[in-house]
Antibody, heavy 121, light 107 residues
């Protein structure tokens, strides 16, 4: 059974860096899969942050103005999100998820339970 | 960027009713549209991908249809566990994007 679990600080100071890790079990991080981050706020709904592939390829949302780094750790079967220069607008529930290439669905097959992160001094 | 607009924002129904809601894209997504269900306090769950393909374990009462820019999700007979928020999402172009959601509530 595939499982994802987010971990990291729940409180980040303004102008600081948000760092989250997603532990993956039941599926190899080097499979034909994009490892993704999505966040959810009451005001903006679901927002795709970006995704990484085990070969180092990444895609991210231009709306986040190049503040995002997503990396895949093959040794520990996990992937991570770094979001720099955070403001209160980055307060959200952060989800890790994955989507599998063909013959997979290409959609977000499974999500972690989510991690609430608050940006506040 | 592709903007997805869902309607209605809220749908008030009774168990056993048929539910249909819409997702309209600002440009063609060529069938690469998915639907998710989110219950309170839970992560979204994939229901439908590529317009009409049910994800593993999803009951047959959920069906999707559409093409180009207009898509819909239908629940043939709403069960008590179906009262939730439903989101559409496109994977045709980066950045991937989601609609604003339709809440299905008890009438």
């Amino acid at each position: 059974q595939v499982r994802l679990q987010e971990s990291g600080p729940g409180l980040v100071k303004p102008a600081g860096t948000l760092s989250l890790t997603c532990d993956v079990s039941g599926l190899s991080i080097i499979s034909s899969t994009w490892w993704s981050w999505v966040r959810q706020t009451p005001g903006k709904g679901l927002e795709w942050i970006g995704e990484g592939y085990h070969n180092g390829d990444t895609n991210d949302n231009p709306s986040l103005k190049s503040r995002v780094t997503i990396s895949v750790d093959k040794s520990n079967n996990q992937f991570s999100l770094t979001l720099r220069s955070v403001t209160a607008a980055d307060t959200a529930v952060y989800y890790c998820a994955f989507r599998t290439q063909s013959p997979g669905s290409g959609a977000f097959d499974l999500w972690g339970p989510g991690k609430m992160v608050t940006v506040s001094s | 960027d592709i903007v997805l607009t869902q309607s209605p924002a809220t749908l008030s129904l009774s168990p056993g009713d048929r539910a249909t809601f819409s997702c309209r894209a600002s440009q063609s997504v060529s069938g690469f549209l998915a639907w998710y269900q989110q219950r309170p306090g839970q992560a979204p769950r994939l229901l439908i991908y590529d317009t009409s393909k049910r994800a593993t374990g999803i009951p047959a009462r959920f069906s999707g249809s559409g093409s180009g820019t207009d898509f819909s999700l239908t629940i043939s007979s709403v069960e008590p566990e179906d009262f939730a928020v439903y989101y559409c999402q496109q994977r045709y172009n980066w950045p991937l994007s989601f609609g604003g959601g339709t809440k299905v509530e008890v009438k």
